[in-house]
């Protein structure tokens, strides 16, 4: 491409493609960084938002799990004294007092939840039921899911002791994964929180535009020889640096604070990145060009990545969802760039994988759409504008 200038019609100066782009991006870039809210929403925004949910959602607490119990045994026997001793030497169960207490102690602990529950024994010695007792508000809750399957199963082993049975069979845990071995789910966590940053990022970011052509801007700037396309590619470029910023700032915190282990292959990472940020930033260029207002804008883009960001597997995975939901988790983009960010990122995936060329495909189908409806619209509006 020639980067000689040629005269206008008008007796002016026309700039060729390239050197549009470039005084496009160095203006936008001026006033971005002009601007501190755009380094808020950009920068600091996603880190807050990713510490927010890192915390909440990560299983970086070294800490065992532990419930707190009340044992009711109003009617003592040879048979319960040595249930409430092996119950109580249970890791898990954290008994309240070191001495049974009585129903009514325990259903007022339960009550103002100074227990999780409380285990009532069976009242005669030759057997009857165990009774859990739980407050209506943590009926369904996982503690009492725990609590519930912790007692089954000592039923059941001291049911077998009753009869002199001795197990044949025994349950063992154990886990893999198809990348390193000391991978844990912060990881998983933290490449999923740097795919929706950067996906807010991009929606969020292109608000500036509406404000634009509220002041007339756009109007005239469609009224000089300036491309729209190129204008809103620069735009996306430019926030394709902010992108830069955030994965690297995002990772450091996960690794270093959270103790997240990353194994990167670096050249998908690029691919990806490349091509997931520069989507995003078209579909934020895509509903700039059909919002009137800021908050028309903000509207759209969050129920945009409400979606998405309980659709996408960023917390959980996409197969633990209602099946009627599936389908609709598959075809938004998010899901794809989180996926290929953990592909690049925890399981080292080369550039050869077509599960990987597969995501970014998505990808690109929506940023080419988005793009160009918005470069269209862009056209179109800034055309009836002129007349």
Do not use: C
């Amino acid at each position: 491409m020639s980067l000689l200038l040629t005269q206008a019609k008008n007796g002016g100066i026309k700039l060729n493609n390239w050197q549009q782009f470039k005084k496009m991006f160095m203006t936008q870039l001026k006033l971005t960084l002009r601007e501190k809210q755009a380094w808020f929403w950009g920068i600091f925004f996603p880190v807050i938002l990713m510490v927010i949910f890192m915390v909440i959602f990560s299983d970086n607490s070294d800490d065992e799990f532990k419930t707190e119990v009340a044992i009711v045994k109003e009617h003592p026997n040879p048979t319960s004294d040595m249930l409430f001793t092996q119950l109580s030497q249970l890791p898990i169960l954290e008994v309240k007092s070191d001495k049974p207490v009585s129903r009514k102690q325990a259903e007022k602990w339960v009550k103002n939840k100074t227990v999780d529950a409380a285990i009532v024994f069976p009242e005669t010695e030759g057997g009857g039921q165990f009774v859990i007792l739980v407050n209506k508000e943590e009926e369904q809750g996982v503690t009492t899911q725990v609590i519930s399957s912790v007692l089954d199963k000592f039923v059941q082993q001291a049911n077998l002791t009753a009869v002199g049975a001795t197990p044949s069979f025994d349950v063992q845990f154990e886990s893999i994964s198809s990348g390193n071995a000391d991978l844990s789910y912060t990881d998983f966590l933290l490449t999923g929180m740097i795919a929706l940053s950067i996906a807010q990022g991009g929606m969020f970011g292109m608000v500036d535009l509406v404000e634009m052509r509220r002041k007339g801007l756009i109007k005239r700037l469609r009224m000089t020889p300036a491309n729209m396309g190129i204008f809103g590619l620069s735009d996306m470029i430019m926030r394709l640096l902010f992108s830069i910023v955030q994965i690297l700032l995002l990772s450091l915190i996960g690794v270093f604070i959270f103790g997240a282990n990353l194994y990167i292959n670096y050249l998908s990472l690029a691919i990806v990145f490349l091509f997931g940020a520069l989507s995003f930033n078209a579909l934020g260029y895509f509903i700039s060009s059909i919002s009137t207002t800021q908050n028309a804008y903000m509207g759209i883009a969050n129920i945009f990545s409400f979606l998405m960001m309980f659709l996408s597997g960023i917390f959980f995975p996409i197969e633990t969802m209602p099946e009627w939901l599936v389908p609709v988790s598959k075809v938004l983009p998010l899901t794809y760039f989180a996926e290929g960010l953990r592909d690049s990122m925890v399981y080292e995936t080369g550039v050869m994988s077509s599960t990987l060329w597969f995501g970014i495909g998505i990808l690109v189908i929506w940023g080419a759409l988005s793009f160009l409806a918005g470069s269209l619209l862009y056209k179109r509006k800034s055309i009836v504008a002129t007349r």
